[in-house]
């Protein structure tokens, strides 16, 4: 986990993840309002301790692009600067369609290695049918100049996980996210290498986390004398 920008990205829980493109609600309750119930009945101090909730919305991530933004962050395991420099013709067709899967181009992958397509989840698509941009980009710029840097997505992600005290985690945390939950639903390798990008599979199985219950787990099967 992230400590002032050191270690690697957290794992995003999808309670986190729920948060941050839904939202977050909180009970809170004023002590001060709670005195004048002191003197009552247990049954009717807690009747009117819970009629004096008061819920109370978080929002994470406040617009639909940079919900959009994170969520193919998030659905694609894709780099920032890769979903930064989309052309909004790698997502979209030309009747304003999502397309079946995003081209990330060569041009913009890290190293530029080569340009990979990845397939557009039914979750992802819901996001991308509520955005749309009618620039050359698919996330402008300032004044509609040019895409909007990384750094620019950074703070507002940084933002977005300060009000929902969420520590740290990164952009880098859905890649890293995105990565592990494949991998701890067994599928192959290989085809998360695919998706990924990753030059190699030993750069690969870095982001993969192991969690102190897959260690509990790894060590419940040596049965060696039963």
């Known amino acids: ?4 920008r050191h270690d690697q990205a957290k794992i995003l829980s999808p309670q986190e993840i729920a948060w941050l493109f839904d939202g977050k609600i909180e009970v809170m309750k004023d002590a001060k309002l709670f005195q004048p119930l002191i003197g009552l009945g247990q049954r009717q101090g807690m009747e009117a301790i819970v009629s004096l909730s008061i819920l109370s919305y978080i929002e994470g991530l406040l617009t639909v692009r940079d919900r959009t ?4 962050c998030l659905y694609t395991t ?4 890769e979903v930064c420099s989309l052309h909004t013709a790698d997502v979209y067709g030309a009747d304003r369609r999502v397309r079946d899967r995003i081209t990330f181009r060569r041009a913009t992958t890290k190293g530029k290695q080569e340009t990979r397509s990845v397939p557009v989840s039914p979750e992802l698509r819901q996001l991308l049918e509520e955005y749309w941009s009618d620039r050359p980009y698919l996330f402008p710029g300032r004044w509609g100049r040019g895409h909007i840097c990384p750094e620019s997505a950074d703070a507002i992600l940084r933002a977005a996980f300060q009000r929902l005290g969420i ?10 996210t995105a990565i592990t939950w494949m991998h701890n639903e067994r599928v192959p390798i290989k085809h998360i290498q695919s998706i990924s990008g990753h030059k190699s599979l030993s750069a690969l199985q870095r982001y993969i ?5 897959d260690k509990e787990m790894a060590i419940a099967t040596l049965s060696f004398r039963s």
């Open 209 to 213: 986390d192991v969690t102190e219950k």
């Open 1 to 4: 986990m992230k400590v002032n």
């Open 167 to 176: 520590e740290g985690a990164s952009t880098h945390s859905f890649r890293r």
């Open 78 to 81: 894709a780099r920032i600067n």
């Open 69 to 72: 933004l994170f969520g193919i």
